[in-house]
């Protein structure tokens, strides 16, 4: 694991996985030692059983992170959560495949409703919340952008 320290920056460590395609429209991501996760064609393309598209993944890691960062700082704060759960939902631009110079394509807008019971006052709670989407690095991501480098490997690293 990569580890380096930028100026102005939080430390970076690096990550990894592997994405093999696995039939017509099937996809499996190997990440460290735990099962793969299988991803398939967004929808249009039928398939027995289908998996979750590319797009819901990542409304999935979005999901995930935000309630990590909501009970961290809720349980460094000292309140109590009796239940947490966010539902996610993403209005996703769409273009033909065929499209020479398609639109701008992917998620156009992100909307998560989160659900929590507890005792401590809603303004309480509303800090929790803006304070999750302030350290969770998917949030981050998505709303600030990363820069993202697509390349052609030198070999062909079967």
Known sequence: MREEICAGMAMLRTIR???VVSGRVRQFTHIRDVPAIVVDEPGGIADLEPAPEPLEVLLTALGSDLT???RANATARGIA????ALDLEADIAVAPMDMSAPPPLGLAAV???VHIVSDAPRQV???LIVRAALR???ANTLHDGTELKIALAEGPGI
């Open 81 to 84: 959560l009796a239940h947490l």
């Open 136 to 138: 969770s690095p998917v």
């Open 68 to 70: 990590i960062a909501i």
């Open 17 to 19: 996985s592997r994405t």
């Open 111 to 113: 909307r998560v409703e």
């Open 125 to 127: 709670l509303e800090a």
